[in-house]
């Protein structure tokens, strides 16, 4: 191949590059007139903290799992959950589209306007680039792993609408769990991890740089150890994501029902 090939086949990963830069590094908001049943939405709440996260299934409703009340993900189990609690609207339970939802929790469907609570509203990305993802500084808005077809998405969310998905853990089964499980169908087989959720993996991420940088670099520049940490932070997210992780497995959404009621019985 010669020069000018070689010239032709960067110009084009150029131009892919700064396509999924202008697309989804800068922000993924999406118009409501563009979504699609089978979309994985989210939208940030207090000032940016966290994402709640569901699957648009069309004619304006969601599909989301929450252990809050109203359905806008309130708790989280944490001492977070007083300041969140404090910033949210009562709103919810006045819709005339979902009725009253303010003692309601688990697997839920509202409509578009109460899932959002008065926030903006985002897609989540599959099958992206490592190189968009890595780009990516925060986690919980793309993942390298691929998008089952729009059927299946929709049949996972209807069916743990009416069976439910377990009890809510703000690492292991938050509401990016739910959305990410009815899109791909894994789910981690093993204990110790965390969950599916890139918000959970970029928090614990976080931490592991901060508290694992050799003690060495503290000897070196600021700058250099801020390199060193972010390129840790950065691995950690890569690594722990649901696309290139090998503790995950493909489960049916009726065996998941059935082991759940299994471990219940017993």
């Not at 890595?134 to 919980?140: D, E, S, T, V």
Request: proline share 2%.
């Amino acid at each position: 191949m010669g020069k000018e090939g070689i010239r032709k086949i960067l110009l084009t990963k150029k131009s892919i590059w700064n396509g999924e830069m202008k697309m989804g590094v800068l922000s993924n908001r999406i118009c409501r007139e563009d979504l699609k049943p089978g979309d994985h939405i989210y939208s940030w709440r207090y000032a940016y903290i966290y994402a709640h996260h569901g699957i648009y299934i069309g004619e304006g409703k969601v599909i989301h799992f929450t252990q809050s009340q109203g359905g806008r993900e309130i708790g989280t189990g944490t001492v977070l959950d007083r300041v969140i609690f404090s910033s949210s609207s009562s709103e919810a339970s006045n819709c005339a589209a979902c009725g009253d939802q303010s003692g309601r929790c688990g697997v839920i469907s509202s409509c578009l306007d109460c899932f959002l609570a008065d926030g903006e509203l985002y897609l989540f990305q599959y099958a992206v680039s490592p190189a968009l993802f890595l780009a990516k500084p925060r986690g919980g808005t793309c993942t390298i792993a691929a998008s089952d077809p729009t059927s299946e998405v929709l049949h996972r969310a209807s069916f743990l609408l009416h069976n439910g998905f377990g009890v809510y853990h703000l690492f292991k089964n938050n509401c990016e769990d739910f959305a990410i499980y009815c899109k791909t169908g894994l789910l981690v087989i093993t204990r110790i991890s965390v969950g599916r959720s890139g918000q959970a993996t970029s928090f614990l991420a976080a931490a592991s740089a901060i508290v694992s940088s050799p003690l060495r670099y503290l000897t070196t520049s600021f700058s250099g150890l801020a390199a060193v940490g972010y390129g840790m932070y950065c691995f950690s997210r890569l690594v722990s994501d649901i696309g290139v992780r090998r503790d995950v497995e493909k489960v049916a959404v009726e065996m998941l029902i059935s082991a759940s009621a299994g471990c219940q019985e017993t």
